[in-house]
């Protein structure tokens, strides 16, 4: 699965890359939200997106909800990571839209347990489209049987 990686911070940046990619994700580095909302606006390959909310250019929130404005491409789970900690901040995060919000530093077990939690979520958005397709298929052979 493919994922983003957005911080300004190379040492964090360098420590989460190496963790996702011990765990078997393919990783995409952006070391600011302008990077990252263009990678992210031309690849619809992206599965998940971490994104720091503290960057230069557009911040992880301003990208957060230019991916939820936009209805042409695949979902993008999004995770915000930021060392605000305060529950006012978590709430602004979940207001862009983010899926899920941890604080720097960050735990990789509790980062693995996010990201298997995303990977359900968006199986399940699979599934449902595929559904839709097959019963776009399904009520369309109906109709253009003779009757």
């Known amino acids: 699965m493919k994922i983003l990686i957005a911080d300004d911070e190379l040492a964090s940046l360098k420590i989460v890359e190496k963790i996702l990619i011990k765990w078997g ?3 995409v580095l952006a070391s600011d939200g302008n990077v990252a909302w263009s990678l ?3 690849d619809p390959s992206f599965h998940i997106a971490v994104l720091d909310w503290m960057m230069p250019g557009l911040d992880g929130l301003e990208v957060c909800r230019r991916i939820r404005q936009r209805n042409d491409m695949p ?4 995770i915000v990571i930021s060392a ?4 006012s901040d978590m709430d602004q995060g979940y207001a862009a839209g983010a899926d899920d919000y941890l604080v720097k530093p ?7 347990q996010r990201l298997a939690v995303v990977e359900r979520v ?3 958005e ?5 559904s839709n397709v097959a019963l ?7 109709g253009s049987k003779p009757g």
């Open 75 to 78: 979902y993008v789970a999004v």
């Open 40 to 42: 992210l606006e031309n």
């Open 84 to 87: 605000r900690d305060e529950q």
């Open 126 to 130: 699979r599934e449902l489209r595929n």
């Open 25 to 27: 994700y393919e990783v």
């Open 122 to 124: 968006l199986n399940m």
């Open 136 to 142: 776009s298929r399904l009520v369309s052979s109906l």
């Open 106 to 112: 960050i735990n990789s077990a509790q980062l693995k």
